[in-house]
C-alpha cells in the first residue's frame, strides 16, 4: 500500500515538473516573440508620428529641449492584444474582457492626450471610468490585509473604495515617473521582475504572462527610447496602460492569502509592506510631489519640475545616468523589503520601510535646495525658453 502511495506521489511530481518546464518553454518563446513584435512596431511607429507630426514639445517643467516623436505606447497595447488572444485558457478569473476594456479606455484617453492634451480633469474621469470597470470584478480587489494594522476581511464599500484608490494612485505615480528617457521603462521593468518571481512561484500563469510581456516590451522600447538619432517617447498612450498593468497585477498578489505565501515563506500579513517596497520609486514620488503642491496651495493636479528625476537632471546627471541610477535604488529598496520581511517581524519590517522613506525625503529636500541645482534650474529653463520648435 505504502509503494503505491509513493508511486502516485511520485508520478504526480514529475507531471508537475514537466507542467512547470513546458510552461517555462512556453514562456521564454513568448517573451522574444513579444520583444521581437515590439522591437520591429516602434520604429514604424515612430515613422508615422514624424509624418504627422505627433511630437512632444519642451515646456517650462520638460527635462528635454527639442521636440521627439511620441505614441511609443501603441506598440505596447498590440503586443498585450496579441497576448491575451494566446493566453485566455488560462485565464481563471474571468479577468480577461474587464482587462482590455480598461485598458482600451486609457489606451484611447493616453492616445488623446499625447495627440491633442487634454485636461486633468478629463483624464482623471477616464481613469475612474476604466478603474470601475476593472473592479466590477471581485477577483481584483483589497478585500484583507490578513492582519496588516490589525485589519484582515475589509467590507465590500471599503473595498472597493480602497482598490480604487489605489489603482488610480498608482496610474498617475506611473505617469509621473515617465518625465525623463528610460526612466518609465528600467521601473517598470523592476516591478514587473519581481512580480514574475513571486507568480511563478504562486503557479499564476495568467497573471506571469502578462509580467512577461511587460518586461519585453520595455525592453525592447528602451533600445529607441535612449536613443539619440531614433528616439521615441511611449506618452501617456504608454505610462497609463503600464500603469494599469502594474497595478492589476498588484491587486492580484494582494488576493492570494495566507497559504499561496507559504510558497514565499513569508505571512500575507507582511505583504503590503514588501508591495510598496517593490513600487518604491513611483509610490515615494506621487507622495512627495502632492505634498509638496498641498504645501504651496496649488492644485494637486498642477506639473510642475519637483519630481525625483528633475532633482537629479538639475544636478547634471544625464537621462540615462539618472534612469539606471533611481531604478537602481528602486531594485537595492525592494530587494532589502523583501529579505526584511523574511527576517523581521510585521511591526520592525513597517518601521524599516518608513525609516527609508523618511531618509529619501531628507535627501531629496537637501539634493533640491543645493546651489548647483538652482543654478541649473534657471540655466535649463532660460535654454528652453529661447529655443525654437518647429
Known amino acids: 500500500m505504502n509503494s503505491l502511495i509513493h508511486l502516485g506521489l511520485t508520478i504526480n511530481a514529475e507531471i508537475s515538473t ?21 522591437f520591429i512596431l516602434i520604429p514604424q511607429i515612430r515613422k508615422i508620428t514624424i509624418r504627422f507630426g505627433l511630437f512632444d514639445t519642451p515646456v517650462n517643467r520638460s527635462s528635454h529641449l527639442v521636440a521627439i516623436p511620441s505614441l511609443g505606447g501603441i506598440s505596447f497595447y498590440i503586443c498585450y492584444l496579441v497576448l491575451v488572444f494566446f493566453i485566455a485558457p488560462l485565464d481563471k478569473d474571468n479577468m480577461l474582457v474587464y482587462f482590455m476594456i480598461s485598458m482600451s479606455i486609457l489606451f484611447v484617453i493616453g492616445f488623446l492626450d499625447d495627440i491633442i492634451d487634454l485636461s486633468a480633469k478629463i483624464k482623471f474621469l477616464a481613469q475612474l471610468l ?7 470584478n471581485s477577483e481584483i480587489r483589497i478585500d484583507s490585509l490578513y492582519g496588516f494594522l490589525g485589519i484582515y476581511e475589509i467590507p465590500i464599500h471599503l473595498s472597493i473604495l480602497g482598490s480604487l484608490f489605489f489603482l488610480i494612485g498608482l496610474i498617475n505615480a506611473f505617469n509621473l515617473i515617465d518625465g525623463i528617457d528610460g526612466l518609465a ?11 514574475s518571481f513571486m507568480l511563478y512561484k504562486l503557479s499564476y500563469w495568467f497573471y506571469l504572462y502578462i509580467c512577461i510581456a511587460t518586461i519585453a516590451t520595455l525592453l525592447a522600447f528602451l533600445r529607441y527610447n535612449l536613443s539619440k538619432h531614433k528616439k521615441l517617447f511611449m506618452g501617456d498612450t504608454g505610462s497609463l496602460v503600464i500603469g494599469l498593468v502594474l497595478g492589476v497585477l498588484t491587486l492580484k498578489l494582494m488576493s492570494v492569502g495566507d497559504l499561496g505565501y507559504l510558497a514565499l515563506s513569508f505571512r500575507a500579513q507582511k505583504l503590503p509592506i514588501f508591495l510598496i517596497g517593490v513600487l518604491f520609486v513611483p509610490v515615494l514620488d506621487i507622495i512627495r510631489v502632492m505634498m509638496l503642491r498641498l504645501f504651496r496651495g496649488v492644485s494637486i493636479f498642477r506639473p510642475d519640475r519637483n ?30 523589503m523583501f529579505v526584511t520581511i523574511r527576517v523581521f517581524d510585521t511591526m520592525q519590517s513597517m518601521f524599516i520601510l518608513i525609516f527609508i522613506f523618511l531618509l529619501s525625503f531628507v535627501l531629496l529636500f537637501i539634493l533640491n535646495k543645493s546651489k548647483m ?12 525658453t529661447n529655443k525654437r520648435f518647429f
Do not use: P, Q, W
Open 18 to 38: 514537466v507542467f512547470v518546464a513546458e510552461s517555462m518553454v512556453n514562456i521564454i518563446v513568448a517573451f522574444f516573440l513579444l520583444f521581437s513584435l515590439t
Open 130 to 136: 476604466a478603474v470601475s470597470v476593472l473592479l466590477s
Open 185 to 195: 521603462a528600467v521601473t517598470g521593468i523592476i516591478v514587473a521582475s519581481f512580480y
Open 307 to 336: 519630481h525625483i528625476h528633475h532633482i537629479l537632471i538639475d544636478l547634471g546627471f544625464s537621462h540615462t545616468k539618472a534612469a539606471f541610477l533611481i531604478g537602481f535604488v528602486n531594485l537595492v529598496v525592494a530587494s532589502i
Open 373 to 384: 541645482a538652482l543654478r541649473l534650474k534657471l540655466k535649463i529653463k532660460k535654454r528652453i
